[in-house]
């Protein structure tokens, strides 16, 4: 059973957000009521785009690693891959 999650936001600026979380939906409200992260903060609301849960905490901080570490194009990929889909026509990415 997974214990520990990786997620995705997807910011009101269009930027995606990758973090990690026991507790998906409580961190996403903590998020957009302004006590998240620094980052997500100025850039709310945030839309929950991916969540994917592991067993070992260690391969889920992993995964959040290594998607905050890629270039825009590879999270568009790493997304889609997923079958994962968002709109951001407003800020010029798809």
Known sequence: MANYFFY????ADGTFYGG???????????????????YTKTRRPVRLLYAEGFEEE????????????????????????????WEDADHGHT
């Open 58 to 85: 260690h391969d889920a901080l992993s995964a959040e690693w290594h998607f905050k570490h890629q270039s825009r194009a590879a999270k568009e990929a790493f997304l889609a891959a997923h079958d994962v889909q």
């Open 20 to 38: 990690y979380s026991t507790d998906v939906a409580a961190r996403v409200a903590t998020h957009n009521a302004g006590k998240g992260a620094k």
């Open 8 to 11: 995705v936001l997807l910011c």
